[in-house]
């Protein structure tokens, strides 16, 4: 499961360097419906195209990573079933923690209205993007406009096609949203990386998490 993935990313990325990318790629499905949903904080602009990250780009992380004594933002709790309803989405499951420390939670979209069908997976921890840059990990490219705080990546292990991850860097540790299309059609990286960046706009805005 990604969330095996993601657990074995953070050890490794909080920890010590030497840890080898893991490689279970496994993910789960979910059945969805064809109709539109009235957000009520989040309205999507038309979906762009990435452009390239400019190779001397130097991320500076929102949070202390020497300091363990940081909290990370609770994303997966603190939002009532309510309030994921009013932005179109579902927990599925139960939360999970581990002392890395890291947050993970599986999400699912109500009525995804654009064709794209997939899961999604919210998780907080204080993995680095250059931990992330050195396994090779990191999508070199954003969408104009956007938070430049905001980065993209992918899981490891040649598990590179059906998903996008989005995430950004807080003074509360690092928050991302995985989406993973599990659908018939074939939605390019650029619109896998969109869904994300969407959701994880639709959560910042209304969990306020900065």
Not at 77 to 83: A, M, N, R, T, V
Not at 134 to 147: Q, R
Not at 151 to 166: I, M, N, R, T, V
Request: net charge negative.
């Amino acid at each position: 499961m990604r969330t095996r993935i993601l657990t074995a990313l953070v050890v490794c990325g909080v920890a010590v360097s030497g840890c080898a990318p893991p490689q279970d790629t496994q993910s789960a499905h979910s059945t969805t419906t064809e109709e539109t949903y009235p957000f009520e904080t989040w309205e999507s602009p038309p979906k762009p195209t990435m452009i390239p990250l400019p190779s001397d780009r130097d991320y500076v992380e929102a949070f202390d990573q020497h300091d363990r004594t940081q909290q990370l933002y609770e994303i997966c709790d603190s939002l009532s079933p309510e309030d994921l309803n009013a932005i179109g989405l579902e927990k599925t499951g139960e939360t999970r923690r581990g002392s890395n420390p890291i947050i993970d939670c599986g999400i699912r979209e109500l009525r995804p209205n654009d064709g794209i069908h997939g899961v999604f997976n919210f998780t907080a921890d204080f993995v680095l993007f250059d931990y992330l840059h050195s396994l090779g990990l990191i999508i070199n490219a954003t969408f104009t406009g956007i938070d430049e705080r905001i980065f993209f990546s992918h899981l490891p292990q040649g598990d590179e096609g059906d998903h996008c991850d989005a995430a950004i860097s807080t003074p509360h540790g690092r928050i991302s949203v995985t989406f993973t299309h599990t659908g018939k059609a074939t939605p390019t990286k650029d619109e896998l990386c969109w869904k994300a960046y969407e959701t994880l706009e639709k959560l910042r805005t209304k969990g306020g998490f900065q």
